[in-house]
């Protein structure tokens, strides 16, 4: 997908009726993982759902996660893939190189030049280096506990999201940030909280790049340092509602024997960020299971034995969700090195963002993937399934 079919791809195709969802189900959640620059993977992933007419009640996201979340919950419809593309293209306007040659090795100095410029001089609409090295900063100084000004994304999210839509609650919204003074995680959801600028800034502000945020009488930093995945916050949920999920993660737990130390660094990272989603997803179908056990076991058993709590809990057990989980993962190319997340180029970006597209629109293809299962919960590793 070349630059202008990616700024218009919501046209290439007949829209169907908005609203689609399999049978049984009754919300559908976008999970979105932070990544830093890889998050143009789940504009990706939106576009394909977008013009496939599935729109979610529920996004939810960490980082960057939390900003593309908040760009699609803070916008009517017929604006949010505008919005994401205008975000994307904003912060990714500047070029590394004139023109790009054809080949690996010449892709991947790009992408490494770029990194290092985004660490030398931040990225437009996103982040920009403070006047004074925090080094160089007197302890207590606005500029000593981070490397960046992440000014200029209040700026832009404050052009692009708009604020009262997500408060109106028609979409729930949440971000995961961690409080720096007790190191714990919090969600901020629609459902509890008034939603404001300062949350998604929170959840985005990775340390020591970005500066810490003030919510209340708090400071956060980036929900990624404790759970870099908000799936469970989604599981987690106490109602009965049957729930399509679309789990996009941008760092895979599996990978390759590294070789050299970018390797090393490389392969540290993901296996960081990954956030164990496979291994939080089995014991949450291993929880079901018992779930469903139990219950089997009260049913059989005469009313007029069973306690008050015992009999609460098996109608409670009587109607769990059925949940269906895709579980997309961004694949990373052969010409990336260990900096794919904060090289903000250009090029860079529309890979990304084409990979994302490209992968759901093959995933929706599987139409049995979608149905949603009885009783119970199925979860599909994508792109393990697909390639297998």
């Known amino acids: 997908m070349d630059s202008r079919t990616l700024a218009h791809g919501l046209h290439t195709e007949t829209q169907p009726n908005v609203g689609w969802r399999p049978e049984r189900c009754d919300q559908i959640a976008l999970v979105f993982q932070g990544g830093g620059a890889l998050g143009a993977y789940q504009a990706g992933v939106y576009q394909a759902l977008h013009e496939a007419?599935?729109?979610?009640?529920?996004?939810?996201?960490?980082?960057?996660?939390?900003?593309?979340?908040?760009i699609i919950a803070g916008n009517p419809r017929d604006h949010r893939l505008e919005r994401l593309r205008t975000f994307w293209e904003r912060i990714?306007?500047?070029?590394?190189?004139?023109?790009?040659?054809?080949?690996?090795?010449?892709?991947?100095?790009?992408?490494?030049?770029?990194?290092?410029?985004?660490?030398?001089?931040?990225?437009?609409?996103?982040?920009?280096?403070?006047?004074?090295?925090?080094?160089?900063?007197?302890?207590?100084?606005r500029t000593a506990s981070s490397f960046y000004d992440s000014s200029p994304l209040a700026q832009t999210l404050g052009e692009l999201v708009d604020f009262s839509l997500i408060n109106?609650?028609?979409?729930?919204?949440?971000?995961?940030?961690?409080?720096?003074?007790?190191?714990?995680?919090?969600?901020?959801?629609?459902?509890?909280?008034?939603?404001?600028?300062?949350?998604?800034?929170?959840?985005?502000?990775?340390?020591?790049?970005?500066?810490?945020?003030?919510?209340?009488?708090?400071?956060?930093?980036?929900?990624?340092?404790?759970?870099?995945?908000p799936l469970h916050h989604v599981l987690d949920q106490n109602n009965c509602a049957n729930t399509l999920i679309f789990q996009v993660d941008l760092f895979s737990a599996r990978g390759h024997l590294p070789r050299t130390m970018e390797d090393v660094l490389?392969?540290?990272?993901?296996?960081?960020?990954?956030?164990?989603?496979?291994?939080?997803?089995?014991?949450?179908?291993?929880?079901?299971?018992?779930?469903?056990?139990?219950?089997?076991?009260?049913?059989?058993?005469?009313?007029?034995?069973?306690?008050a709590e015992e009999r609460r809990l098996r109608d409670e057990l009587a109607d769990l969700p059925e949940i269906t989980i895709l579980h997309l993962i961004y694949q990373q190319k052969a010409y990336e090195s260990q900096a794919k997340d904060y090289d903000f180029s250009a090029a860079s970006m529309r890979d990304h963002w084409q990979s994302g597209y490209e992968d759901t629109k093959s995933t929706l293809m599987h139409k049995s993937w979608l149905v949603m299962p009885e009783r119970g919960i199925k979860i599909h590793d994508v792109h393990h399934e697909r390639d297998g």
Do not use: C
């Open 92 to 141: 990714t306007e500047r070029h590394a190189w004139p023109f790009m040659p054809d080949g690996d090795i010449f892709r991947r100095v790009h992408n490494a030049t770029s990194a290092l410029m985004t660490l030398s001089f931040g990225q437009p609409g996103f982040f920009k280096p403070h006047e004074i090295n925090p080094w160089l900063s007197p302890a207590g100084a």
């Open 168 to 229: 109106d609650g028609n979409v729930r919204f949440a971000v995961g940030a961690v409080n720096v003074l007790s190191g714990n995680f919090i969600y901020f959801d629609n459902r509890d909280d008034i939603i404001g600028l300062e949350h998604v800034m929170a959840s985005g502000a990775l340390p020591p790049a970005l500066p810490m945020v003030k919510i209340g009488t708090d400071y956060y930093w980036d929900g990624g340092l404790v759970s870099n995945t």
């Open 53 to 70: 007419g599935i729109e979610p009640d529920w996004v939810t996201g960490v980082s960057i996660g939390a900003i593309n979340a908040a």
């Open 266 to 307: 490389g392969r540290q990272k993901d296996i960081s960020y990954s956030s164990r989603t496979r291994h939080n997803t089995d014991i949450y179908r291993h929880l079901r299971e018992w779930k469903t056990r139990t219950y089997e076991a009260l049913v059989k058993v005469p009313d007029e034995l069973l306690s």
